[in-house]
């Protein structure tokens, strides 16, 4: 039971990590881009500003909000809250041209940068 929880923690955790993560950077990129700042602040009056104020958010508005999903999505490319990417080859690799080649072997692990 210890371990279930222990696995359930982390899920929890990485998440408020990542997400953290990710609005802080594109709040700091939304501040030294002050146009698109504005665009993005102006689409999202122009979706949501329908006088109430107190209705809940669609899933069709949240579609609407295209220039703001682009920008969050280069914030997310440019500063990616999981920069590694691990895997485990299931053929052999070889790789280079320029300076001779190198064959990763089966069953290597690997980790990608982003």
């Known amino acids: 039971m210890e371990d279930v929880l222990e696995e359930a923690n982390v899920f929890i955790f990485e998440g408020h990590d990542t997400t953290a993560s990710g609005v802080s950077f594109s709040l700091f990129l939304l501040s030294q881009n002050p146009e698109h700042m504005a665009k993005c602040y ?7 500003d329908n006088g109430g104020g107190d209705e809940y958010v ?30 485990q080859l299931h053929n052999e690799v070889v790789i280079g041209k320029c300076h001779g080649t190198k064959a990763l072997q089966k069953h290597t692990s690997i980790l990608l940068r982003k």
């Open 58 to 87: 669609t899933q069709q508005q949240i579609n609407h909000l295209t220039n703001f999903s682009m920008c969050i999505k280069e914030c997310l490319r440019m500063y990616s809250p999981v920069p590694l990417i691990g895997r």
């Open 42 to 48: 102006e689409e999202i009056k122009e979706v949501f």
